[in-house]
């Protein structure tokens, strides 16, 4: 499965050099000129090769390499620390390391980040891909037969395996319950509208919406998927001609935006305003009020994927599976529901 790598004897050859000149460039020394230096660089990339820092002191201990990449879009979102962690438990355990990088959201960083992992010598790789991600990005790593697991966002056409919440469903149980504590108007907001999972929860949202007999024309407001960008579309929500008086949120970082955007305005979560987001991140029992969210277990997610992928590495192949996991709506203050049953029963 795996194909024949690219040596320095075919770079030397294909660049014109002897085989010291090219190992001098990969060492950065300052003994080659700036002209060979660079076609060398130009024929390396042309035949795709790949430096494995590690190669040499592996062939030495008769080793493995018993690294793990692991790459997310947005670090700063403590979802994905918490899905690290999930990771690390399962790929500690079995006696490989991670490395862990953030991309910012970059397509740049995240294909320098990938390619400085593979100089390394990974084994596997889990990776959220950074928006606007080609399949094509993977498909070097597919033809040396290095497994891939990705996690979070789905990448079509991709041929690697991948670990997802049921996005459309637990959007779905969000905006049922806000409809059944009586809410009519429910806005969508947050998330990149260029990403699957944004796709996957606006579709859940309108399924939701549709099941419900509501209207969504004009509630669905994108904004960065941030605790900043839940303030900013909660700015834009409000002052709408038909206010809403609910909103289902991206995920959780965005719901915390949103609390704090309305309490800027005088308004409280839970009260004035109900408020549901998408992850379930350890903050959101802690937060005031406790917020309401769907629940996907990220470190389970992590475990999962970096099961997934051990899986794959100890038999030797990289055959694509596809994982969907199941989600449950979390009911606490944030939404009002608390409130509702008080009303009800006269309290």
């Known amino acids: 499965m795996t194909k024949a790598r690219v040596t320095v004897i075919d770079i030397a050859k294909a660049a014109g050099v002897s085989k010291s000149t090219v190992s001098l460039v990969l060492q950065g020394s300052s003994l080659v000129n700036e002209g060979t230096r660079a076609k060398v660089n130009t024929v390396m990339r042309e035949l795709g090769y790949v430096y494995n820092r590690g190669a040499a002191n592996l062939r030495q201990a008769g080793a493995k390499s018993r690294i793990i990449g692991v790459v997310v879009n947005d670090l700063t979102n403590s979802f994905f620390a918490e899905l690290a962690v999930g990771v690390d438990m399962v790929v500690q355990s079995a006696g490989f390391v ?47 037969g290095i497994p891939v697991v990705v996690v979070v966002r789905n990448l079509p056409g991709a041929k690697v395996s991948s670990v997802v919440s049921d996005n459309r469903a637990g959007m779905m149980s969000a905006v049922k319950h806000l409809a059944e504590l009586g809410h009519k108007r429910i806005a969508f907001l947050g998330g990149f509208p260029d990403t699957a999972v944004f796709d996957d ?147």
Do not use: W
């Open 98 to 144: 991670q490395f862990l990088s953030n991309t910012s959201e970059s397509i740049d960083r995240q294909r320098e980040v990938v390619a400085s992992m593979r100089e390394h010598g990974i084994s596997g790789l889990i990776v959220s891909p950074a928006r606007a991600t080609d399949a094509a990005d993977f498909k070097p790593l597919v033809a040396a």
């Open 201 to 347: 929860r606006v579709a859940g949202y309108r399924n939701g919406m549709e099941a419900a007999g509501l209207d969504y024309q004009d509630l669905v407001i994108s904004s960065a998927p941030s605790r900043a960008g839940g303030v900013e579309a909660i700015g834009k929500a409000i002052v709408l001609a038909d206010k809403p008086t609910a909103a289902v949120c991206f995920n959780d970082a965005v719901a915390f935006g949103v609390c704090d955007g309305l309490r800027a305005r005088r308004l409280e979560p839970g009260s004035d305003f109900a408020v549901v987001g998408f992850d379930d991140v350890i903050e959101a029992q802690a937060a005031v009020p406790a917020l309401t969210t769907v629940s996907v277990d990220p470190q389970g997610i992590g475990r999962r994927g970096a099961q997934l992928l051990l899986k794959q590495i100890n038999a030797g192949k990289a055959e694509a599976e596809t994982v969907t996991t199941a989600v449950r709506l979390v009911v606490r203050e944030s939404c009002g529901a608390r409130k509702s049953v008080e009303i009800e029963k006269g309290l």
